[in-house]
């Protein structure tokens, strides 16, 4: 992949690793950081990525592992624990913002990758390195409680 | 009605991507065929002490007394002192209490200034029920230091069980309880901390801050308390049952007594940063300490994301200054703004000290460096 092709690939994807990483770390400065992180990385391992089709789920896979590292990172000095109401308050959905968020990551992702974003389950699966199964136990529960947090506002 | 999931357009959960943040993205994506790409572009730094993490130590509190600021600053930071001034609004506070299902909130010392809000709440459960820090479940008993093993002790558990296995031994329900204060934008100041205590009589206490934007302007803060409490399913040690609320009032922000500029008659430059300006605000809660910096030639912005420089404060004898109230330390760098470094500090005065001495050391354990220092007089 050259670096032409690089940039407009993530320039494309640029709205979803937004959400992506949002979806994790719930504010902007960590979001920037993990997401700058993510496109070095990405381009220091495109040599791993044997087929360009697939650049939107391995990119989410090395954001995921960036938004993590930058968890940890900000953990350290931050018991920036998840803020609901914070992070909810700039989405056009507070009320589902704050919902979505109340869930646990592993409950989370999932939702976001499959109905935010569109992936497939063996995409979704294949970002978040779970088989395609426990992805489906996974949605069924984080509707599931998505329902009962909305339910409950 | 129940919510129909086909319904909803999961992407109206997330704010609009940011300008910064796409452009920090791209920015990154072009840069790759530079020598050194550009690797960070951090606007703000914020550091507040990883308290829930932190063991603790031993704390000395009367027999049925409920938890409050005090207890936890002796409990974590015994060289923090509330200032009388701070005390006397804590003592002030109306106590209001929220209610989910078997578990009762009472809020019962608050506390703002124009950078820092404080609350701490009681939790308590008329029913038999064991009551665990949020998401501290499946932790040890014990794992968050000696007011949880004397909690364990109470209990009569050993400390070493996770909390699940506790109430299973003792066939006691369990919840998971957060109880944390929030202010929204414009006056979120970017950092928040939460802990949570266990009293002599086995309740938990829970307090929270956030750091505010520092707006002088503000007489009444609308914030919102976030309330949850979840029943955790024995077998698995997840939640079954999750309660919420958000009451919102209005809290009132303690003026600013006194500001006072110092004047530098000397030059400070330490590990490439030249001292600027030193300003001192004055609140019921403690005094202010707002320092700006000159990144010096040869500085980069990124050498200065790496470093762990700020200015530890000690009195005229050489004394260092306990930590203030809000329990932080805030550095600030708008990178329009480079090479200026803004830096916000607290110590626990009631009045701004005639004479000031400062030291830029590279950590954050006053008394520890040897760095060069300034003296400031008023």
Redesign the interface.
Known sequence: MD?ER??AE??AC??M???VA??ILR???D???A???A??KA?EKRARLREERYFRTWVTRILINACYDTQRKR???????E????A??????PA??M????LPDKLRLP??LC??EGMSYEEAAAALRIPVSTLRGRIHRG?D????????E | MKTNMDDLNLQNAFPAMSENCHDALMRAARSVKEEKPMKRNLYRTVLVTALILAATMAVAAAAGSVFGWNDFFSTHHSDTAIPQGAQEILSATEERTFNLGPIACKLYQLYADHYTALASAQITSSDDVLICMDSCQLDRIGANGDNWIRQAERLGVSPDLTWVEAAKQLGRPLYSVRCILNAQAPYDGGGEMEDALYDADGNLSYFSLQVLGGDTSIQTLPVQMFLRAAEIDLATGEEKNVLTDRPAFDLAVAPMIDSHTYELKEDYTVGGLKLTSVRGELTPGGLYLITEFAAQDGMTYADFCESQLIPVWYDAEGKPYGWGINDSYISTVNEADWPKVTMLGMISVDKIPDTLVMALEDDYIPGKGTAPRITLTR
């Open positions: 670096r690089f940039i993530i320039e640029s709205g690793m937004y959400r949002w979806s504010n902007d400065a979001c920037e950081d997401l700058q992180e496109a070095l381009w953990r350290r000095t931050v018991p920036l624990d803020i609901p109401e914070q909810a308050a700039s989405a056009p959905d589902l913002a919902a979505l968020g109340a939702l976001v109905y935010s509707k409680q998505l329902r009962k947090e909305l339910d409950a």
